[in-house]
């Protein structure tokens, strides 16, 4: 069983803990400060894409591409490491031996076996892959989760366009964008079965006139000072933050989105019981309630000891929930419409090292695209033999990038701005991966 809370950092002390700042939102009695800072959209369209919604797993830490997506039977031990490869449902791409269910799930998934970044430490690492661009000081947290909230409407004005399941992966600075279209983070007990997001339950004290009457007053006092505001990119933040509460509360389709209580139990299971699996199936309600982009950090992956045990316990669940979550977003008619990425910040060393791990490697390593637009049943790009360098086909985080918005029906080489006025284009210098595509 992998669970969150039991990888809190990784060897450079980046922190993976929750940064929920609890707080009071008066008028209504409950908390929920810092949980919904989202800019309302209505910006048009580029250009149609076939994605809808966006979920990305985040392996934080730098999962083992070596031994996990890319194997090297045929190369020394001190290299190939224990693990065999195995066939899946495509005929001439093999996998880890510890994922015989993504193997029968290969014909719907894509992988780029040829990804590569500049960047070797977590914080940077991890900002390359998210941003898709190198992280400059003036630029730091912008994200692609950020950018699709801004330019893409939500088609649910009840649901977050973006959530972070269960908080932001996070990697220093402030949002470019400002923080309303920060994601909104949520952090549940998703395995307890008297389960309840408490943040769409009003207290019992407060009935529906009671509530109705607060939101009214609360809308003359924002009226006097509004004013004052408009320049301030927090107050408007908090503004926004206070209307997707209140729609979010008031929304029946909303509250059900949330509801893990309406699925069978046997999907809950196939899902697995732990915190990773039910994140996983919330994600797949919330796609179905509109949400656009969602991210489910899953740390643990940064194995400089004992690489080879830790990572059979971590395969396990892992195999289990990924192939249930493809196939059911396939069987409930998703899966053309929503991008799955799974991907950490870089890989692992070729070379195991005395300690029986592998160290930070970003010169290739491998990632996992599904859904949205992409064609399954492939592998895009190589490594050498030992999985040292690509050798063929390289794929950069702008290019990744500049895929995600291809597939979301986004111009990819638009310029956007912040409310402070600093230019950047969505993914410089960056060029969709064609052969990905349908």
């Known amino acids: 069983m992998i669970e969150e809370s039991a990888y809190t950092t990784d060897c450079d002390h980046f922190h993976r803990r929750d940064f929920i700042k609890v707080g009071v939102l008066g008028t209504l009695g409950f908390s929920m400060t810092d949980l919904f800072r989202i800019e309302t959209m209505a910006k048009s369209e580029q250009f149609l894409g076939k994605t809808k919604s966006v979920i990305l797993i985040w392996l934080g830490g730098g999962p083992s591409h070596i031994d996990i997506w890319d194997l090297k039977p045929n190369v020394p031990e001190e290299i190939r490491g224990i693990f065999k490869p195995i066939k899946t449902n495509i005929p001439g791409i093999k996998i880890c031996e510890h994922l015989p269910n993504i193997a029968q799930q290969m014909d719907k998934i894509c992988l780029i076996r040829s990804m590569t970044s ?139 989105a949330f509801d893990l209580s309406k699925e069978s139990e046997k999907l809950r299971n196939e899902y697995r019981r732990d915190q990773f699996g039910q994140r996983c199936l919330l994600a797949r309600r919330l796609v179905q309630a509109g949400v656009r982009f969602i991210t489910i950090k899953l740390g643990g992956w940064d194995n400089h000891n004992n690489i080879f045990p830790s990572l059979k316990r971590q395969l396990k669940s892992f195999d289990q929930t990924i192939a249930t979550l493809i196939r059911d977003l396939a069987n409930q008619g998703l899966l053309d419409s929503t991008l799955t990425l799974i991907m950490g910040e870089f890989g692992r060393t070729p070379i195991i090292n005395r300690r029986g791990g592998r160290d930070h490697h970003s010169k290739v390593f491998s990632i996992m695209l599904a859904g949205g637009g992409i064609k399954g049943g492939q592998t895009i790009g190589s490594s050498d033999a030992y999985g040292e360098v690509p050798v063929d086909l390289p794929v950069r985080p702008e290019d990744l990038s500049a895929t995600i918005y291809h597939c979301l029906g986004i111009n990819y080489k638009q310029p956007i701005e912040s409310p402070e006025g600093a230019r950047i284009t969505l993914s410089h210098n960056g060029k969709h991966i064609q052969q990905a595509l349908i």
């Open 118 to 256: 500049p960047e070797t430490t977590h914080k940077r690492g991890t900002h390359c892959m998210m941003a898709g661009l190198l992280p400059l000081t003036a630029l730091t947290k912008l994200s692609d989760g950020s950018i699709v909230t801004d330019l893409k409407e939500q088609p649910n004005a009840g649901s977050p366009p973006y959530i972070a399941i269960p908080s932001p992966i996070v990697y220093g600075g402030d949002n470019l964008l400002g923080s309303a279209l920060a994601p909104a983070p949520l952090n549940e007990n998703l395995t307890s079965e008297s389960f309840k997001f408490r943040t769409l339950v009003t207290p019992n004290q407060i009935m529906q006139q009671r509530f109705d009457r607060r939101k009214t007053l609360r809308e003359l006092i924002d009226a006097t000072f509004k004013k004052y505001e408009s320049q301030n990119s927090g107050a408007i933040a908090t503004d926004e933050f206070y209307n997707t509460a209140y729609n979010m509360i008031s929304s029946t389709e909303a509250r059900a």
